[in-house]
C-alpha cells in the first residue's frame, strides 16, 4: 500500500528529488544597480560562480568552489509547483564540473569537466562535455571529442541557436594569453575552431563569453586593458551588420568592480543579467581593533571576497 500512494503523489507531482529551498526568481531585477542573487542560505559563505537558467525560468544550474580551486561542483534547482528544490546535478558530484550552460531549446547542457574520459582512464585536463534532457532526465554526458577538447584545457561554452559553440582556451596558437574561440555546428560535426575577432581577442586576457542565441552580442571578461577598473572586468561587443563585431567596450562602473569579474549570462526572455565578482565589503584596515565577535562577523558576511552571483535589469547591459 505505502508504494501505490508513493506512486501516486509522484504521479501528481508532489514528491520530488532534492532538498525544498527558500529561493525565489523575482519578476524583475533592479535596474539602479546589481545586487547580490539570494541563494538558498547553504551557500551563504561558500564560493558560488556561473549561472544559467532554462527557457522557461524554472530549471537552473549553478557552480559552488572549493577554497583554492580543489573541487568544484554543479548544484541543480528546479520548480514545481511553484517551489524550488535545491540538489546536486544529477552529471556532477565526482569531478571538478562546472560553468553549465543551456542551449536555446533547453534540451541539452554543455559544461566543462576534467572527468576522465572512461571509467578506467585517470581525471585529464578540463574538456567541454554535454548532456541531454531525455524524458525530464539528464543524460550520461558525453565528451564533444578531438575537434573541440585537445591536451590544453577548454572552458566556459556558449552555444547559440545554429548550434555554433563558443569557448574559452589557452592555445600555444592564440592572440593572447587566453582566447575566446568559435567552431560551427555544420552536418552534425563541430569545425576547426578559430580565434575570433580581433574587435575581442587582445594579446591580454579574454575569457568566459555569454553569446546571445542570436549571435548577434558576446558579453566576456578581460584583464589588464587601459579601460579596466583595477580587476578584471566584463566587456560587451555588438556584431554589425557585415558580420564583424565591433570594438568591445567596458560595461562600466555599474557593473564591474575593482575586483574580478567574471561569468556573465542573459537570461532567454532578456530579463536577467547574472554574473560572477570577489568583490567585498572587507576592508584593508580598521580604526577600531576588532575583536572575537566584530572579526567573525566581518569574516562571515556573504560579500566577504569569495564567488557570488549578482544580477541587474539585462536593459541596462542591452541598451
Not at 564533444?144 to 600555444?172: H, R
Not at 575581442?200 to 566576456?220: G, H
Not at 577598473?229 to 565591433?246: P, Q, R, T
Amino acid at each position: 500500500m505505502k508504494k501505490i500512494i508513493l506512486c501516486l503523489l509522484l504521479l501528481k507531482g508532489v514528491v520530488y528529488a532534492g532538498k525544498p529551498s527558500n529561493f525565489k526568481l523575482p519578476l524583475v531585477v533592479s535596474k539602479d544597480s546589481v545586487e547580490i542573487v539570494r541563494l538558498p542560505k547553504d551557500f551563504d559563505h561558500l564560493s558560488v560562480r556561473d549561472f544559467t537558467i532554462s527557457p522557461k525560468n524554472d530549471e537552473i544550474f549553478f557552480t559552488v568552489e572549493s577554497n583554492k580551486n580543489t573541487i568544484a561542483t554543479i548544484m541543480h534547482m528546479i520548480k514545481k509547483n511553484g517551489k524550488w528544490y535545491l540538489d546536486v546535478a544529477p552529471f556532477s558530484g565526482n569531478f571538478y564540473d562546472l560553468e553549465a550552460t543551456f542551449t536555446p531549446d533547453g534540451n541539452s547542457l554543455f559544461f566543462a569537466s576534467n572527468r576522465p574520459l572512461d571509467s578506467d582512464s585517470t581525471i585529464k585536463d578540463f574538456d567541454i562535455w554535454k548532456t541531454d534532457k531525455i524524458n525530464g532526465v539528464w543524460q550520461t554526458p558525453k565528451n564533444l571529442g578531438n575537434v573541440i577538447n585537445t591536451e590544453a584545457d577548454e572552458f566556459y561554452p556558449a552555444i547559440t541557436n545554429s548550434g555554433t559553440l563558443y569557448f574559452t582556451a589557452q592555445y600555444k596558437h592564440s592572440k593572447g594569453k587566453e582566447d575566446i574561440w568559435m567552431s560551427k555546428y555544420v552536418n552534425g560535426n563541430y569545425t576547426t575552431p578559430e580565434s575570433i575577432s580581433d574587435s575581442v581577442n587582445t594579446a591580454l586576457y579574454e575569457f568566459n563569453a555569454f553569446v546571445s542565441p542570436n549571435d548577434s552580442i558576446i558579453i566576456f571578461t578581460s584583464c589588464g586593458r587601459s579601460d579596466d577598473l583595477g580587476g578584471c572586468d566584463l566587456y560587451i561587443s555588438k556584431k554589425e551588420a557585415n558580420g564583424i563585431w565591433s570594438k568591445a567596450k567596458n560595461l562600466g562602473s555599474k557593473i564591474n568592480s575593482d575586483k574580478l569579474d567574471y561569468c556573465p549570462y542573459i537570461s532567454f526572455d532578456n530579463k536577467f543579467f547574472v554574473f560572477t565578482s570577489n568583490r567585498t565589503k572587507l576592508q584593508k584596515s580598521y580604526k577600531q581593533k576588532l575583536n572575537i565577535d566584530t572579526f567573525l562577523k566581518e569574516m562571515q558576511q556573504v560579500q566577504n571576497g569569495k564567488g557570488n552571483l549578482y544580477w541587474i535589469n539585462a536593459d541596462e547591459v542591452l541598451k
